[in-house]
């Protein structure tokens, strides 16, 4: 019987190497198709969300917990608030007197707040033994909430702007140079840990706002801001042992004269961290272009001071945008 011979399939060395490198090849391009496919995710504002961790004792053991310290509105907060609104079929009406116990304007609750006039109070001697802070009538109808040329919710947008510029965390130390009656402040005071906000105000009203108002209706007195009254760019009560992560003034250097304005700066750059600290300066630079572009930088090199650029930010609530400009200490 014949006897079966046995074929098989020989594969040359040459084959074998050009199989591997078409294989590869077509790997390669995959890949490449792959991670070139655009993304078909919801584009997203940033959630500006700083993390800290705090340690929390429970039950004997110290236990690491994130603390999340939001600061701007992310998409999703946008989306839900107009989601409320779309739920509840709410539509904006005109902004008149509303059905009530006793609805007002503000020029009426002032003149109901001085007579008395349809408010529940105390007479005679017990008159003055019932309220721990007396507040002008002035201040409780918050008259000076119109003091600014824009609407009071404009605070809340420098206030993020500049956090989120300057990385700030609660543990952050801030001057501000002119915060009035806290249009601003409010929101560095309730972020920051007690004792962390400074400023130098000059004017009384506002001050009086500040003290007998804002601080004890939003629940800050605890806060303890270092709100100092003075002028003339004299920071020598705040002391000389605090660094300052931010130092900022808000439409205020455009009312001084700019010799006091180089002043303010040629003291304040040795409070300001090195290179990490900043200053931000709104509206207009006009104290140093003044000088020509040339001088202005000269003289802010003397200082230690290095200019970093010119910002603009979009508030949340009505239309409008605010102009910055951001320094930093250059020399250690």
């Known amino acids: 019987m014949a006897s ?24 390669f391009f995959l890949l490449s198709s792959l991670s070139s496919s655009p993304c078909t995710c919801p584009p997203s504002i940033p959630d500006s969300t700083f993390t800290t961790t705090a340690a929390v004792v429970t039950g004997g053991t110290v236990v690491e917990e994130v603390v999340d310290r939001r600061i ?26 509303r059905k009530g116990i ?28 019932h309220t721990a802070l007396p507040c002008p009538g002035e201040l409780l109808v918050e008259e000076h909430h119109s003091n600014y040329g824009e609407p009071w919710a404009g605070g809340r947008d420098v206030f993020e702007f500049l956090a989120e510029s300057s990385l700030l ?20 005071i309730r972020y920051l840990k007690p004792e ?22 939003q629940g800050l007195l605890h806060k303890r801001p270092l709100i100092v009254r003075g002028e ?10 605090v660094m300052y992560d931010l130092i900022y003034a808000s439409a205020v250097f455009l009312h001084m004269p700019d010799k006091l304005v180089w002043v303010g700066l040629e ?27 040339d001088e202005c930088t000269k003289r802010l090199g003397s200082l230690g001071i290095e200019y970093l650029g010119k910002h603009t930010h979009d508030s949340l609530l009505f239309n409008h945008y605010e102009i910055w400009f951001e320094f930093r200490r250059s020399k250690a």
């Open 72 to 97: 701007s509105v992310s998409r999703d907060d946008i989306e839900w608030v107009k989601d409320q609104i779309r739920a509840n079929g709410l539509h904006m009406q005109d902004n008149v007197l």
């Open 169 to 188: 965390t609660a543990n952050s130390h801030v001057l501000e140079i002119g915060c009035g009656t806290l249009r601003v402040g409010l929101h560095f």
């Open 267 to 293: 003291r304040l750059v040795s409070r300001l961290k090195p290179y990490d600290g900043r200053i931000f300066v709104s509206h207009n630079i006009k104290f140093c272009l003044r000088l020509g572009g």
């Open 196 to 217: 962390h906000f400074h400023c130098l105000e000059r004017d009384e009203l506002s001050l009086m706002a500040a003290f007998r108002y804002e601080l004890p209706s």
């Open 4 to 27: 079966s011979s046995q074929k098989g399939i020989v594969i040359t060395i040459p084959v074998l190497v050009l199989s591997v490198s078409a294989a590869a090849i077509f790997l």
């Open 232 to 241: 003339d760019m004299d920071f020598a009560k705040f002391g000389s042992d």
């Open 102 to 129: 006793n609805p007002r304007t503000r020029a009426q609750q002032l003149e109901d707040l001085n007579n008395f006039k349809g408010i529940s109070h105390y007479e005679g001697s017990e008159a003055n033994n």
